[in-house]
């Protein structure tokens, strides 16, 4: 017995012979040779004829194909800085991870993860008639998030309106949103009537991390601006005061 996949030397032991023929040729590297490789796709019954010219001779040989486990591994996953992922594989009886790198346990079929930097695990599963199969998952490794917002703090002119940006996540969230124009956009502009404190809630969902942030936007009043004349000017008021205020 074999298992899928694999090969085997099939080995003739013949006296006084010199020509081989092996039927059928299926899964055979040369049928006409005196211990061909076979790889069989399923249970073959292999016959290989001996002759000397004269006189001839056959045997049989049975190749019992046996099933692969199926083996699946969880899929690939994202984890945050020193973060740990939950890798399991199922489908055999025993399991060999590779690379043991920042694996909890590289024999058992559920291992925690912690490798500090992007892998691909291999799992191999052994079934109950000892024959293998592979497969894989990759942990990506993405830095910790970093959340900023700028402008922390800014004054304006009433009427006036301010760029406000914010990084790190892929998701946001700025309240309150009425004096906002797009409200779930990284880089919004404000236009606030008064002073009021924007807050962004920034989510990054790879890292399942959100935090909220603040800007203090000053809301300045604009000056009524007021000019007046002391005279008109003619033939006796030859100049004039101006005050502005």
Do not use: H, M
């Not at 004096?179 to 956009?185: G, I």
């Amino acid at each position: 017995s074999i298992c899928e996949g694999s090969s085997i030397t099939l080995q003739t032991n013949a006296s006084y012979a010199s020509i081989f023929k092996w039927t059928p040729k299926t899964g055979l590297n040369n049928p006409d040779i005196k211990s061909p490789d076979a790889n069989p796709l399923t249970s073959t019954l292999y016959t290989v004829t001996a002759d000397n010219g004269i006189c001839s001779a056959k045997d049989s040989v049975l190749i019992s194909t046996l099933s692969l486990p199926v083996v699946v591994a969880n899929n690939d996953t994202t984890v945050c800085g020193n973060s740990s992922a939950q890798l399991y594989a199922a489908g055999a009886v025993s399991y060999s991870w590779n690379p043991v790198k920042g694996l909890s346990g590289p024999k058992i079929f559920n291992p925690v993860a912690t490798p500090g930097s992007t892998i691909k695990y291999y799992v191999t599963g052994i079934g109950n008639n000892l024959c293998t199969n592979i497969d894989s998952i990759t942990v990506t490794v993405q830095a910790a998030p970093a959340f900023s917002i700028s402008p922390k703090n800014i004054a304006l002119c009433k009427g006036d309106s301010v760029k406000l940006t914010a990084s790190g996540g892929d998701t946001y969230l700025w309240l309150p949103s009425e004096t906002v124009t797009d409200s779930l956009a990284p880089v919004t502009k404000v236009f606030p009537l008064v002073s009021t404190t924007y807050r962004v809630i920034i989510t990054n969902t790879a890292c399942k991390f959100t935090d909220s942030l603040k800007s203090n936007v000053t809301v300045l009043d604009v000056p009524s601006l007021t000019i007046t004349k002391s005279n008109d000017i003619n033939c006796l008021n030859v100049e004039a005061q101006l005050v502005a205020s």
